[in-house]
């Protein structure tokens, strides 16, 4: 019997020492185990954002060739806004013009008075551009279709244009613009509701006052504290007889003047008697007629000018 529990433990010894040895991984000659090491994950590198480009300094004031009629776009550390629009058909030539100066939203758009000569192209423009503010005085009386037609625009899209009172200032990059005109409402004379203004940039100043003529021109010469002195000053009305008297012409005291003006209108303009007080200032004068497209640019204390034309000189 105690044979027989000897053997049965040396066979269980047996066994497990046989079940341990099935576990067990036998290494051949040469062919060492390695443990296999985690994979260590990749780091994956943010990219760096890209700074933010800083917008262009320095302005630009651009009277575009449309025609007979306004039509500006001003320019000031990388915001821009537009000033009137030419006649009827002149707003593709102007929303062209604005896109190919890299221009894709405007912070104001300027609408002077009511006009076919100012208005015509609004409609191609409010929808080619988002803007911020248009300045409309939507009380003047004219009954022109083009008006009419903005008008519509203006409710359908229920934009809520803002009529400035003389005296705000408003700013366009490191610039800014003096309301200047009107100074009273003209029921007999839409022209002289004209929504004017002097924008100041550094050192340098431009007036721009839309159709004003001798009535308002007389008014601002009695206004008290007016600064009318610009370096820059758009014609009033096209350079036609009904504005630019001698003694406005002396308060502005322009280094240059610009006439919007093209060279098939009917009305006569520019007037041959006010070209030559114009002339007589001594300033620099363009005309769109002559010159096509004329840029003033200016760094806040120099003033360069560029034309899309260079006049034959003359016999």
Known sequence: MKRYIRFAAAMLAVLMMAAFCAGCVTEEPGNT??????????????????PTPEPPKGFELHFIDIGTG????????????IIDSGNVGRGETMVNYVKSKGVEKLKYLVVTHGHADHVGGMPEIIEAFPFETMFL????????????????????RSIQPVNPEVGAVYTLGGGSFEIMTPLKPDKSNLNNNSIGFKFTYGENTFLLLGDTQQTVETQLL?????DLKADVFKADHHASSAGNIKKFLEAVAPSYICV??????????????TMKRIENTGAEVYRNDVHG???FYSDGTTIRVETEKTPEPAE
């Open 137 to 156: 005085n939507v009380e003047q009386l004219c009954d022109e279709e083009p008006y009419k037609k903005l008008l519509a625009i203006v409710e359908e």
């Open 293 to 295: 497209t004329v840029v």
């Open 33 to 50: 185990v390695v443990p296999t090491a985690e994979a260590t994950p990749e780091i994956t590198e943010e990219p760096t954002p890209e």
């Open 260 to 273: 919007q003006v093209g060279t098939e209108n009917k009305l006569g303009y520019p007037d041959k008697a």
């Open 70 to 81: 306004d039509g500006m776009l001003l320019i000031c550390d990388g915001e821009a806004m």
């Open 222 to 226: 009695k206004q008290d504290g007016i």
